[in-house]
């Protein structure tokens, strides 16, 4: 049997880690697993990080410690997996990934000079199109082809990316003001397929109202996803306490009536405010 490395405070004891696992002796699921297994941990694991960067200053630390860990590990799983069928290794990446750092930042390895963030950006934009072959400024230049090609990423979060690069283009509105009557006309247009009744329709028109609510927050420097998420943590706190409050008066949850609920909600809502 394999044994665990007497050093554990560097890359190579992971990778020396990771490979006993997938090894003869190795854990049975880990030997199991393909790229496309482990696809669903890596969007896990990524947004659990996201979660622990999110969460209360006084565990942070702790919990990016452990999440940036896991993280890790689906890299150096990945790159075990594709060294035993020979395409790569954890080296390659690694080496990878810095020629392309310092290939991205010629204003610190090289020569060019940069005025400010926005001047870095550009210049980022620039060197990733010359990368792909793809001529042009990436606005009056670009290839059709090109022009809206935005990573796959949640759909609220590439909503946004979307409205980013439409923005470069000059196909934006002006104002919030003007995102938001556009959101007022997509919620009548979405209350006009609920009179319908046609599931079709009422699912354009949702996805439209979302699309155009993404925008509203790219127009207020609000990133949606990161909102969302937000938003999300509130109510499960709110709905958490909410279902302690009923219970800490004895009340049967299943037997509430809809104002009863309400008024625990209420009251949840006003305790989460101190």
Same mark, same amino acid.
């Given at each position: %049997?394999?044994?665990? /490395?007497?050093?554990?405070?560097?890359?190579?004891?992971?990778?020396? $880690?990771?490979?006993?696992?997938?090894?003869?002796?190795?854990?049975?699921?880990?030997?199991?697993?393909?790229?496309?297994?482990?696809?669903?941990?890596? $969007?896990?694991?990524?947004?659990?990080?996201?979660?622990?960067?999110?969460?209360?200053?006084?565990?942070?630390?702790? *919990? %990016?410690?452990?999440?940036? &860990?896991?993280?890790?590990?689906?890299?150096?799983?990945?790159?075990?997996?594709?060294?035993?069928?020979?395409?790569?290794?954890?080296?390659?990446?690694?080496?990878?990934?810095?020629? *392309?750092?310092?290939?991205?930042?010629? @204003?610190?390895? &090289?020569?060019?000079?940069?005025?400010?963030?926005?001047?870095?950006?550009?210049?980022?934009?620039?060197?990733?199109?010359?990368?792909?072959? $793809? &001529?042009?400024?990436?606005?009056?230049?670009?290839? /059709?082809?090109?022009?809206?090609?935005?990573?796959?990423?949640?759909?609220?979060?590439?909503?946004?990316? $979307? &409205?980013?690069?439409?923005?470069?283009?000059?196909?934006?509105?002006?104002?919030?003001?003007?995102? %938001?009557?556009?959101?007022?006309?997509?919620?009548?247009?979405?209350?006009?397929?609920?009179?319908?009744?046609?599931?079709?329709?009422?699912? @354009?028109?949702?996805?439209?109202?979302?699309?155009?609510?993404?925008?509203?927050?790219? @127009?207020?420097? !609000?990133?949606?996803?990161?909102?969302?998420?937000?938003?999300?943590?509130?109510?499960?706190?709110?709905?958490?306490? !909410?279902?302690?409050?009923?219970?800490?008066?004895?009340?049967?949850?299943?037997?509430?009536?809809?104002?009863?609920?309400?008024?625990?909600?209420?009251?949840? *809502?006003?305790?989460?405010?101190?």
């Amino acid at each position: %049997m394999a044994k665990t /490395p007497a050093e554990l405070r560097n890359i190579e004891s992971l990778v020396e $880690i990771v490979a006993s696992l997938r090894g003869p002796d190795g854990c049975p699921w880990d030997k199991e697993q393909t790229h496309e297994s482990l696809t669903q941990y890596a $969007i896990e694991e990524t947004f659990e990080l996201v979660e622990a960067i999110e969460s209360a200053p006084a565990q942070r630390d702790r *919990k %990016m410690k452990d999440e940036l &860990g896991d993280v890790l590990f689906q890299v150096v799983l990945h790159s075990q997996l594709a060294s035993e069928r020979g395409a790569f290794t954890l080296a390659d990446v690694i080496e990878n990934v810095a020629e *392309k750092l310092v290939r991205r930042h010629p @204003h610190v390895f &090289g020569d060019v000079k940069v005025a400010d963030s926005a001047e870095v950006v550009k210049n980022w934009d620039e060197i990733k199109k010359k990368e792909s072959g $793809i &001529g042009g400024d990436g606005v009056s230049g670009a290839t /059709p082809d090109y022009a809206l090609k935005v990573p796959p990423l949640p759909a609220l979060q590439r909503a946004y990316k $979307i &409205g980013k690069r439409t923005e470069k283009y000059k196909f934006d509105w002006e104002n919030v003001e003007g995102v %938001m009557l556009k959101v007022e006309e997509e919620f009548d247009e979405l209350r006009e397929a609920l009179d319908n009744d046609v599931d079709s329709e009422i699912e @354009h028109e949702l996805g439209d109202v979302l699309f155009s609510l993404a925008q509203l927050g790219r @127009h207020l420097g !609000m990133e949606p996803e990161q909102v969302l998420r937000k938003g999300n943590a509130r109510f499960e706190e709110r709905f958490n306490k !909410m279902v302690k409050f009923a219970s800490a008066d004895g009340k049967d949850w299943g037997a509430l009536n809809v104002e009863e609920k309400e008024q625990f909600w209420l009251k949840a *809502k006003a305790a989460l405010k101190k």
